[in-house]
């Protein structure tokens, strides 16, 4: 567990990627006291449901199906839903402090608004925000193969301080399961963010 509090926006867009989200909240409920912003676009819950094969209807049951995997005496994290489309929530205001924002997958419309400024919701606009306000913005794409516009808006956003973590996880850790390689993904995020990782490094 990490011992002082961490309070972070993390957002699902609709990108394909679906375990990385998983494998990152469940990773916080169990590891890293404090509580987030969570933000879940009606995409993103499409997306969830196609790939793990659930038949969630909302944010509040997505967080919900997550946190049920973890015993409530286990629980570190907390998470306070904010909806999508309401670009007036708390994550939208530099005031409210925070120590950084994952988006966990990142769809490559996201990633555009972001690179472009031009926020349409509640994600790119808490993205924005955390740009301008110098914190850490980790976006993580799942897409493949990158288009050149693609990789330009990377470069935008890489440019204006923010972190593109492709969803590309090392076999190094040797992985049994779907879960090992979310959980990858996951570690990496945890280490730019300053937290502990959750798997050994390389040759460690």
């Not at 998983?22 to 916080?28: G, K, Q, T």
């Not at 530099?94 to 608004?113: A, E, F, Q, R, Y």
């Not at 400024?117 to 808490?126: C, P, V």
Request: aromatic share 6%; hydrophobic share 40%.
């Amino acid at each position: 567990m990490i011992e002082r509090s961490v309070n972070l926006v993390v957002a699902v867009s609709g990108a394909s990627g679906a375990l990385y989200a998983a494998s990152f909240i469940r990773a916080l409920c169990k590891n890293v006291a404090g509580q987030s912003s969570l933000i879940v676009s009606p995409t993103a819950i499409r997306v969830h449901n196609q790939e793990m094969e659930t038949r969630i209807t909302s944010a509040q049951e997505y967080i919900e199906s997550l946190e049920a995997l973890i015993p409530s005496n286990q629980r570190k994290h907390t998470f306070t839903l904010y909806d999508h489309m309401d670009v007036g929530a708390r994550p939208a205001s530099g005031s409210t402090h925070t120590d950084g924002m994952v988006i966990i997958p990142c769809s490559m419309k996201t990633l555009s608004g972001i690179a472009h400024g031009y926020t349409s919701n509640l994600i790119e606009r808490a993205a924005e925000v955390t740009l301008k306000e110098r914190r850490r913005l980790i976006v993580v794409p799942r897409e493949t193969p990158y288009g050149l516009i693609q990789l330009r808006n990377m470069t935008a956003l890489t440019e204006a301080g923010g972190i593109v973590l492709p969803a590309s996880p090392g076999f190094y850790q040797n992985p049994k399961t779907f879960d090992d390689l979310g959980d990858f993904i996951a570690s990496r995020a945890f280490s730019l963010l300053g937290l502990p990782p959750l798997i050994r490094g390389w040759q460690e």
